[in-house]
């Protein structure tokens, strides 16, 4: 195989290949890679690098969020920018609380909307059929209704 750097050969060696992904080193062990006897160029198999980053994003991605959201990760779970995720909140398209000057989020909230659904809506008909034959009145049912329904509205 010839460089597309410099035109050297370039000789099939196996290494350990490391990336860093979101601040995470990760180290791929006896990968196989091109690397040219000139310049030290490098070259991977597309295959290689398909499997490389299925790895690394399927693993790693699954963990990344936590419950609790800020901007940034909002952003980046929904590819958008944070200007988008701040034009969300104020619309009241995007479920938030803030905390002093920062914005949060529920990522249970979030991933449901991507779904399509609409979490304060489950959860208010999830209330309405656990206290059906329990001896809360209609009226207490539709103030935890009414409740949910004002959790689901944006705070400044």
Same mark, same amino acid.
Request: glycine letters at 10%; a negative charge; proline letters at 2%.
């Given at each position: 195989?010839?460089?597309?750097?410099?035109?050297?050969?370039? $000789?099939?060696?196996?290494?350990?290949?490391?990336?860093?992904?979101?601040?995470?080193?990760?180290?791929?062990?006896?990968?196989?890679?091109?690397?040219?006897?000139?310049?030290?160029?490098?070259?991977?198999?597309?295959?290689?690098?398909? %499997?490389?980053?299925?790895?690394?994003?399927?693993?790693? $991605?699954?963990?990344?969020?936590?419950?609790?959201?800020?901007?940034?990760?909002?952003?980046?779970?929904?590819?958008?920018?944070?200007?988008?995720?701040?034009?969300?909140?104020?619309?009241?398209?995007?479920?938030?609380? $803030?905390?002093?000057?920062?914005?949060?989020?529920?990522?249970?909230?979030? %991933?449901?909307?991507?779904?399509?659904?609409?979490?304060?809506? +489950?959860?208010?008909? %999830?209330?309405?059929?656990?206290?059906?034959?329990?001896?809360?009145?209609?009226?207490?049912?539709?103030?935890? +209704?009414?409740? %949910?329904?004002?959790?689901? +509205?944006?705070?400044?």
């Amino acid at each position: 195989m010839q460089c597309y750097i410099c035109g050297g050969e370039m $000789k099939k060696i196996k290494k350990d290949v490391e990336a860093t992904w979101k601040g995470r080193a990760i180290t791929f062990r006896g990968m196989d890679a091109w690397v040219c006897e000139d310049c030290g160029e490098q070259a991977y198999e597309p295959e290689d690098v398909r %499997l490389m980053q299925g790895l690394i994003q399927g693993t790693l $991605k699954q963990h990344e969020y936590p419950e609790i959201m800020n901007v940034e990760e909002v952003a980046d779970l929904l590819r958008v920018s944070n200007q988008t995720v701040y034009n969300l909140v104020r619309s009241g398209k995007l479920p938030a609380t $803030k905390i002093g000057r920062e914005w949060r989020f529920s990522r249970n909230q979030i %991933l449901a909307l991507v779904k399509g659904e609409n979490f304060f809506e +489950q959860a208010a008909g %999830l209330v309405a059929r656990e206290v059906e034959g329990s001896g809360i009145s209609t009226n207490d049912t539709e103030i935890i +209704q009414k409740h %949910l329904a004002e959790m689901g +509205q944006v705070r400044g």
